[in-house]
């Protein structure tokens, strides 16, 4: 049941940006590295408010102007898809889930996910 509830959901939200917003935005994957580096940081939690303060900072010029229109809630369209990309690491297990509401904690296996790209970006910029 909760498979079907998750797909569901999935499947709105894929269908709801479709439509919404048919210019290109950043993908929610280029907000994940940026999250768990702040998360790192941080000690490996930190208030959800100031993850996504500090995500503007990292995500800098990647931000395009689609990204910083509003969205139905009012709410700037960069950070209500960065609370997207929270879920779907979640999901992912790099975020945990049993953290206090609020509170954004990076897992082990976001350590290493977060580990493992930043070896693989040094390794690119490097060649």
């Not at 959901?9 to 280029?30: G, N, T, V």
């Not at 975020?95 to 493992?116: H, M, Q, V």
Request: aromatic letters at 4%; a negative charge; charged letters at 35%.
């Amino acid at each position: 049941m909760l498979d079907h509830v998750e797909n569901r959901a999935a499947h709105a939200d894929d269908q709801a940006q479709e439509s919404a917003a048919p210019e290109p935005r950043l993908p929610i994957d280029s907000y994940w590295l940026p999250i768990l580096g702040i998360l790192d940081e941080a000690g490996g939690t930190a208030p959800s408010g100031d993850v996504i303060d500090a995500l503007e900072d990292r995500l800098g010029d990647d931000l395009g102007d689609p990204d910083r229109k509003r969205v139905r809630n009012g709410e700037v369209r960069w950070r209500n898809r960065a609370r997207f990309a929270r879920l779907r690491m979640k999901e992912q297990g790099l975020l945990s889930d049993n953290s206090p509401r609020g509170i954004w904690e990076i897992t082990d296996a976001g350590r290493a996910y977060l580990g493992e790209r930043s070896a693989g970006q040094t390794r690119a910029s490097a060649d």
